[in-house]
Each structure stands twice: as C-alpha cells, then as structure tokens.
C-alpha cells in the first residue's frame, strides 16, 4: 500500500486559500487518491477524488503532477468552519484498498 | 437518505461487561466498515464487511466481535475490553459501484470509556 506523508499541521486566515500537499512516492497504477476533512468528535468526510491532473468540485480542487508522486488539496478561501483534520488516502477502490488513513493535516483557520 | 447513523452516542462500560454498538445505513450500500479512532490519531480499520460477508480483519483482538446482520446494520459486540479499548468507534458503509470510487459515508461514531 502506498504510504503517505502530509504535514502535521497548517495555519491560515479567513479568505486565504489554502494549499496541503501529500507525498505518495510509491502509488501504484491502479491507485487513486482521495482526501476527507474531519471535525472533532465526527466521522470523516469525503471531500475528493482523483486519479491525474485536475479535479474540481463544489468544495476543493485536486491537482495531481504527471509523476502522481505527490497531489495538491486546494481550498478556496477558507473560514473559519474549515479548521479542521484533513487526510490523504492512496490505494485502489477495485482491491478494496483504500482504507488506510494517513497522519492528517490539522487546518487552523485564523479569524 | 445519505446518513449512517450509530448508537449509542456515549458508552461506559467495565472490563466485564458485554455490550454492542449498532450501526445503521439505508443508502443500500453492500460494504460496511468497523474503524477506531483515539484521540489525535488517523482512524484504523478494523474491520470490513462486504455483501454481509467478513471480508477484512485487521488482526483485533478476540475481545471485538462483529455481526452483520443484513445489508443495512452492523453490529460491533464488546466483551473483555481493556481501558486501553477507549476510542472513537467509526462505522462507515460505501458502494463500490459508484460513481465515486469507494465514498465512504461515515457515522458521528460511538465514545467508549472502558473502565
């Protein structure tokens, strides 16, 4: 399983955007890469998924280098409800892999 | 209804008892997850379930038994615990036949206190 590596923890303020880099030196082929946001005392949420380039949704963009070796979770101008854990996860949805958590990046977002 | 919901919110229970938690999804999906969670730490899998069959253990002691009845609940039965067993337990359930590759839905999950 590929490991990760994000940073332990990240300060912003209220309308900055906030960039939070993972490194998967070894990802494999079949391996996608996906991000949750967690909040104290609550279950993981999904935020994104991607396998190369660029993803978009409502939320967050991803953006995965060629080599995949690392990806880019971006949020748009933060507030202060998006302090919170957010982790990395590498693996294969069709092997059913993907369900090793990382350490997680803990957001504070300053007012 | 995109909810999985887990019960009890709050659990205390003593090195001798018996006690379950109960998870419950009706999003139709056919996997179930049994993770734990302590405090500042990443959740670890503990268990899978898919189509109502173990598929994964990730080695948890004896003392942890899960059950999945049918496709909508989960059941994780304690027995034994230590008070090294308090955590955050975290049921999740997903489709892997979606269009997002293995979601996972999480519940608000279940404080145990094990004294």
């Known amino acids: 399983l590929a490991k990760t590596t994000q940073p332990i923890s990240m300060d912003s303020y209220e309308g900055q955007e906030v960039n939070i880099t993972c490194s998967h030196n070894?990802?494999?082929?079949?391996?996608?890469i996906t991000w949750y946001q967690q909040f104290p005392s609550q279950g993981p949420r999904f935020i994104i998924q991607?396998?190369?380039t660029k993803v978009t949704n409502e939320v967050a963009s991803l953006f995965i280098p060629a080599d995949r070796k690392s990806s880019t979770l971006s949020l748009p101008r933060v507030s202060l409800s998006d302090t919170a854990v957010y982790y990395c996860?590498?693996?294969?949805?069709?092997?059913?892999?993907?369900?090793?958590f990382g350490g997680g990046t803990r957001l504070m977002v300053k007012p | 209804d995109t909810e999985v919901t887990q019960t009890p919110k709050h659990l205390v229970m003593g090195m001798t008892n018996k006690k379950s938690l109960k998870c419950e999804q009706h999003?139709?999906?056919?996997?179930m997850y049994w993770y734990k969670q302590k405090a500042k730490k990443p959740p670890e899998l503990m268990f899978v379930?898919?189509?109502?069959?173990?598929?994964i253990n990730e080695s948890v002691p004896s003392r942890f038994s899960p059950e999945c009845p049918n496709s909508s609940l989960l059941n994780l039965h304690l027995h034994a615990l230590q008070p090294e067993d308090s955590a955050l337990y975290l049921c999740?359930?997903?489709?892997?036949?979606?269009?997002?590759?293995?979601?996972?839905?999480f519940g608000p999950g279940t404080r145990l206190t094990v004294l």
């Open positions: 999740a359930s997903s489709q892997p036949a979606s269009g997002r590759a293995d979601e996972q839905f």
């Open positions: 070894n990802i494999a082929t079949n391996d996608y």
């Open positions: 991607g396998y190369k």
């Open positions: 996860l590498v693996g294969d949805p069709g092997a059913g892999n993907m369900l090793t």
């Open positions: 999003m139709g999906h056919r996997a």
């Open positions: 379930y898919s189509y109502e069959k173990l598929s």
